[in-house]
């Protein structure tokens, strides 16, 4: 028997950050299976949450890693105030499929 009180752990969205432009920039996107009634499956839900010029990231490696952590915070906050629940996040970043790599999620908004 499992844990009755545990809680089902859903993916909600993906904290995404992407070099763009010589900007580190943070963004989130719904997952496919939660995109709004309407929007064609191609098009990507996409809300740009913030940046940082990469020059800073390269000088103050520190600095990209407190970015992260703000833009998650950010998200968490956001999605708490809607939901009444509070989102976890991966300790370490998970790396972005190759094909998506450099490039803004499409359809942002």
């Not at 997952?31 to 390269?58: E, H, W, Y």
């Not at 520190?62 to 708490?80: C, G, P, S, V």
């Amino acid at each position: 028997m499992g844990d009755s009180g545990a809680m089902k752990q859903v993916q909600i969205g993906t904290l995404k950050f992407r070099e763009i432009r010589g900007d580190w920039v943070a963004f989130y996107a719904l997952p496919k299976a939660r995109r709004m009634a309407g929007v064609q499956r191609r098009d990507a839900i996409a809300v740009r949450l913030g940046s940082m010029p990469i020059t800073i990231c390269n000088k103050h490696p520190n600095r990209k890693w407190q970015f992260r952590l703000l833009m998650q915070d950010l998200t968490a906050d956001i999605i708490e105030m809607a939901t009444g629940i509070r989102p976890t996040f991966p300790n370490e970043p998970q790396p972005a499929p190759e094909s998506e790599r450099g490039k803004p999620p499409k359809g942002l908004i």
